[in-house]
């Protein structure tokens, strides 16, 4: 099987994890050591990191839906420091590239983060998780062209490592934040995150999950997905990695087919 | 391209199913899992029907559900659960006959530990949450053959006399019923909180809706005495990835998945 | 059965038709004169009317997915003439109040169209289908506020009709939109239109529909319906119209307790 | 508030399920509709299982779908319905047995028109198209009960040797296989043109996939002869409300369901 060039990262196929929905540390304790001798992916990402250590929202964090799930599970993780001392080390033994997610409410959080990993050798790349909003403009990053641009203007300087750009599709036009992010220095764009959705209790008005609103994946959202991807595929030059609602073959084929180079699998890997 | 490493996770395998009892609303499903490592009692499975998962109301289920083994009898690959049809999801397990077959992820999670020398074992099971008792009840029966006098105490409470059928899954069990139309007329607890005014040197185990679990943690509080409650809460994988199970105890949120089902009960601030 | 008031028109009860979804014209073709006597909606809204007559996109139409569709109809419509000569006088039969949904590329466009049905004693209320770029400016009139403030500008003098606007789920910030629309003089909002989606035929890098991307609906949506009704619900003064993926009353109750003041069903009532 | 509203379209229908009958890898399923207006040979009605709609391959089927009426014996209730397993929607009615129920609405749209003074009849089908020729065979019989000579002719194309188990479903058909295995080897449309050849005065009446209808268009403008197609297109709602099932004519597009399914050879410019 001859392998990819992604970003200068060497993969044998072009099927990855989405962040967020395949621990691979939960995995090898619950499942031994073939995780590791078969791991399915061709590039581990992990689950967001923050610089502090987050609890995530209060439970329930999990809604069902027709072909998919609401989640608001509000990224917990331990931080960057515990992150790094931690996981790190056992993340570097799996046999495929690792790419740190990171997120942060400021240019420079997320300056601090992409910097700690950038002086990491088992750190392939980094792919920013951009759905979160500035706390400075309260804009989001990921629906603004401009404040994407700022907040890559900052942070490309401070590493040589590909940077990948998650694109949120909670924006009105994703091929211009997708612009953007390619004019101000991204290696690659990652999409869709999660579509903004919500559920009542059973009969009352109050929101069921312990974060108000949440995030919808899986085939729900996976003809969403592929207008967002088709249109940013002919948007922009930068390779694209492809997620949403991805559980056959055939729905990876389609990203694909749409143009991705990767594609990335999510509530389906969990 | 590869497509077929869009995988399940690991170790996701088919079970067929061998046999389908029923006691009153619930129904048990024994299958055979020949390559599955044992559970031990108060683990779970992840389960969901290997045809037709979906189309449901509201076009659910889609996430696969969690089930305590009820009974893994030893010698022997057979693995069954206790279902009672609360949803979509339930409901489609609930039809499944021999030829059917489940598709499970297990066992998952940390189950009950021994009581403490000394202790009796007193197991607390309302309603369907039962199952994880049963198979507790076999292997203390194991652990204890040479101790008979210290053999648990089983109580156990159900909605009505028709579900107080399910009584028969475990042995010698006490049982109340909400409309006292089958055994003690009232709650589970009451027989516990009587047990406890009798009993001191116990350690209860159990299981069960919400409310019952938060009397039984309270109980036990009051008269100090060590408690291991199997909670539940929505799972979406089953093992660790999603953090989408946690409950909220005195040190923060676990994720009842791989911390649990099984918490201790001086853990948790309240069963909420 | 005590009735209620939306925007001064009399309604029966909280359900109406989404447009374009439910022909009464059609089913009353096909069903007879049991649609008329009882006609399941407190209101019936039309399928958009444009001012020219309009074919619609090229076949294949339908894409099925789990728990919904995705349409690139494309607003088929005999043209503001022919729909007053032929179809309202049929319309105007119905047991309840008309509600003409209409949509145009430029204000202009909008305005005759607006003006033509403030004169029609037979119409009750004007629903604005905004989901429609501005050929003019090429922006979607209904994902940027300006844009629609200024088409309100324009239309809102035109008519002492209530003039519904039909929000497009496919913007960064629905909740701004709908500020827009309230300042700007609308006199209710409904939500959500389609959200934008895509096929690829089996096996193939071409669209499966004939118009390229479509429109996504039914209860797959419904999450996100929810989500943004929920946001305009807390956003606004105005009454507001629930629409996506309701196919059992407990769907409709989610809307209601949303904060919405009617519901409106679309695919579950084609 | 009136949940109840949230209705399904006007007419919809629970139809009982009388029975399952299997002709090589088609299903006539029989099901009793007393309320129903009877249909007209061409005539089409939107089905759905009752139960477990959805959760097909890719979550599908969530749409009703669309089947011709294959038989309505008069003086019965009863209608049939000829399935071929090609998706998740047919392989779900597939499935079901007496005892289940369908879901119906219909009888839907314009069918087929009788043949000019003079003209015989001749029924042209390709596999699961055999359908809506079965009752215009049924219904040409009476109409020309004093004419036998009259009779019309069917023939009728299938893929293969178990395929073709569905001619026993008219009666006296000529038919071909694609791959020769038994019956004519080659199209069906072998067996119009050799007709078409011998004989003028005739109509065609044809069903089957695009390419067989087109063939049959060429032919029958090549011969000068009038042909009427009954057509296939992707619906949602069935009565010309959501304007999804149109296919281009001479004339614009047109609904199929309510302008057709059954169209004038002479409308299209080809079969697409
Ligand atoms: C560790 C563990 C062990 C368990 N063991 C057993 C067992 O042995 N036997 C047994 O019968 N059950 C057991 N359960 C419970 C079982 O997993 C649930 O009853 C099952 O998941 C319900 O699925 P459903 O589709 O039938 O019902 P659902 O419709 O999923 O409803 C179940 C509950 O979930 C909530 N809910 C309703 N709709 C939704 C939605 N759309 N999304 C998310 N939540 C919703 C409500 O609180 C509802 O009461 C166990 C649970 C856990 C966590
Ligand atoms: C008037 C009329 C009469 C008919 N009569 C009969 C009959 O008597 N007997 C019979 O067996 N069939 C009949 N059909 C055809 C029947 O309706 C279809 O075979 C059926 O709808 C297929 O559904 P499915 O879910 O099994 O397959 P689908 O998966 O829906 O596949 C069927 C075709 O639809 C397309 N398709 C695939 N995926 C999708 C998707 N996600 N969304 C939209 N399209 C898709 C492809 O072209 C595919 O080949 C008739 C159709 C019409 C319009
Ligand atoms: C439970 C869950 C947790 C997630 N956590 C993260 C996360 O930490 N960071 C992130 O960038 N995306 C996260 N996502 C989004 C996924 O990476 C992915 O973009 C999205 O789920 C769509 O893909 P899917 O349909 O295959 O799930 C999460 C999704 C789910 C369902
Ligand atoms: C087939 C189809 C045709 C539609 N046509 C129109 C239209 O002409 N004008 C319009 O404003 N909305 C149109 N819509 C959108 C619906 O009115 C509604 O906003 C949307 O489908 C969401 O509701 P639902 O999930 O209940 O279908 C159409 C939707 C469908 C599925
Ligand atoms: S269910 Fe996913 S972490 Fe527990
Ligand atoms: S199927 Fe809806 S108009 Fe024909």
Redesign the interface.
């Known amino acids: 099987?001859s392998g990819l060039d992604f970003c200068g990262l060497a993969l044998a196929?072009?099927?990855i994890n989405a962040s967020?929905?395949?621990?691979a540390i939960?995995?090898r304790?619950?499942?031994g050591d073939?995780?590791v001798e078969?791991f399915?992916?061709a590039a581990y990402v992990t689950k967001t990191v923050t610089l502090e250590p987050r609890?995530?929202n209060?439970?329930?964090?999990?809604?069902?839906?027709?072909?998919?799930?609401?989640?608001s599970?509000g990224l917990?993780n331990k931080g960057l420091r515990e992150f790094t001392r931690s996981d790190l080390p056992q993340l570097a033994e799996l046999p495929a590239p690792l790419i740190v997610n990171v997120m942060g409410s400021t240019r420079e959080h997320v300056g601090e983060l992409v910097a700690a990993f950038a002086a990491r050798e088992d750190v392939a790349a980094l792919e920013l998780n951009v759905s979160c909003p500035n706390v400075a403009t309260g804009l989001?990053f990921g629906?603004?062209p401009a404040e994407l641009a700022g907040l890559l203007d900052h942070v490309r300087p401070l590493t040589d490592k590909p940077l990948i750009v998650k694109l949120t599709p909670?924006?009105?036009?994703v091929a211009a934040v997708a612009r953007a992010a390619e004019a101000a220095g991204a290696n690659a764009l990652s999409l869709i995150n999660t579509?903004?959705?919500?559920?009542?209790a059973?009969?009352?008005?109050e929101?069921w999950l312990g974060g108000g609103?949440g995030g919808?994946s899986?085939?729900?959202v996976?003809?969403?997905a592929?207008?967002?991807v088709?249109s940013v595929c002919s948007a922009v030059g930068v390779p694209i990695i492809g997620i949403g609602g991805?559980?056959?073959?055939?729905?990876?084929?389609?990203l694909?087919?749409?143009g991705t180079e990767l594609v990335a699998?999510g509530?389906?890997?969990? | 391209m590869q497509p077929d490493r869009v995988l399940a996770p690991f170790g996701r395998r088919m079970a067929p199913i061998t046999a389908r009892e029923q006691f009153g609303p619930y129904v048990v499903l024994r299958c055979e899992d020949p390559g599955g490592p044992r559970p031990q009692a108060g683990q779970f499975y992840m389960l969901q029907a290997a045809r037709r998962w979906g189309g449901g109301d509201g076009e659910r289920p889609f996430l696969p559900r969690a089930f305590s083994v009820l009974r893994a009898p030893p010698h022997t690959d057979d693995l069954h659960f206790l279902v009672e049809d609360v949803g979509p999801g339930t409901r489609r397990l609930c039809e499944l006959q021999p030829r059917d077959a489940l598709l499970l992820l297990g066992p998952l999670g940390v189950g009950f530990r021994r009581p403490a020398v000394g202790r009796r074992a007193i197991l607390v099971g309302g309603g369907v949450g039962i199952a994880p008792l049963a198979i507790w009840q076999d292997e203390l029966a194991t652990i204890l053959h040479d101790q008979p006098s210290a053999s648990p105490l089983a109580l156990l409470g159900f909605r009505d006399h028709d579900h107080a059928r399910g009584s028969a899954i475990l042995s010698d069990p006490l049982f109340a019923t909400d409309d006292g139309s089958s055994g003690h007329h009232g709650f589970v607890t009451e027989l516990l909180a009587d047990q406890l005014a009798l009993e001191g040197a116990v350690e209860v185990y159990a299981c069960g809706p919400p409310g019952m679990l938060e009397t039984v943690r309270a109980l036990c509080e009051a008269h100090d005495v060590p408690a291991q409650l199997a909670l539940e809460s929505g799972m979406a994988c089953g093992f660790g990835a999603c953090f989408g199970c946690v409950v909220a105890t005195r040190h923060g949120y676990v994720r009842l998945c791989v911390d649990g089902p099984v918490l201790d009960a001086a853990e948790l601030e309240q069963v909420a």
Do not use: K, Y
């Open positions: 099987m196929h072009r099927v967020g929905t395949f621990d939960a995995a304790r619950a499942f073939q995780v078969r399915p992916f609890q995530g209060p439970p329930p964090r999990l809604w069902e839906i027709a072909g998919g799930l609401i989640n599970i917990p989001e629906s603004d909670n924006a009105g036009d579509i903004r959705g919500m559920a009542l059973p009969g009352s008005s929101p609103t919808v899986g085939p729900a996976r003809a969403v592929l207008a967002q088709h991805v559980q056959r073959g055939s729905d990876a084929l389609d694909l087919h749409a699998v509530t389906f890997s969990g």
